[in-house]
């Protein structure tokens, strides 16, 4: 059974920056899609980006384009999301997640497995 876990949450000030980090454990294949997602308090789990396994085609939510960066090393099994400029409609509980199939949009129900999450907590 494939297990993700989230690092790298914390609180930061607003203009601040922080890199999330997803390892992957538990499975020997190929996951072909990585995402992040975030669920802020009372609103519903959204897509932040994805990445293919190439490492090369991305995909971003409007609202983070410019200001956070997802990018992988395959080796190490491990999903980042570089965060710039945060701001404080940012906060959120961030989520990993894995999809077998190609990267499809982001959505919540194209993706197989998640992990726990990792807090981020940005202040004004």
């Known amino acids: 059974q494939a297990q993700l876990v989230e690092s790298g949450g914390g609180s930061v000030q607003a203009g601040g920056s922080l890199r999330l980090s997803c390892v992957v454990s538990?499975?020997?294949?190929?996951?072909?899609?990585m995402g992040w997602f975030r669920q802020a308090p009372g609103k519903e789990r959204e897509g932040v980006a994805s990445?293919?396994?190439?490492?090369?085609?991305?995909n971003y939510a409007d609202s983070v384009k410019g200001r956070f960066t997802i990018s992988q090393d395959y080796s190490k099994k491990t999903v980042y999301l570089q965060m710039n400029s945060l701001k404080p409609e940012d906060t959120a509980m961030y989520y990993c997640a894995a999809r077998l199939g190609v990267c499809r949009a982001l959505l919540e129900s194209n993706y197989n497995y998640w992990g726990q999450g990792t807090q981020v907590t940005v202040s004004t």
């Open positions: 538990g499975y020997s294949g190929r996951f072909n899609c």
């Open positions: 990445i293919y396994f190439d490492g090369v085609s991305t």
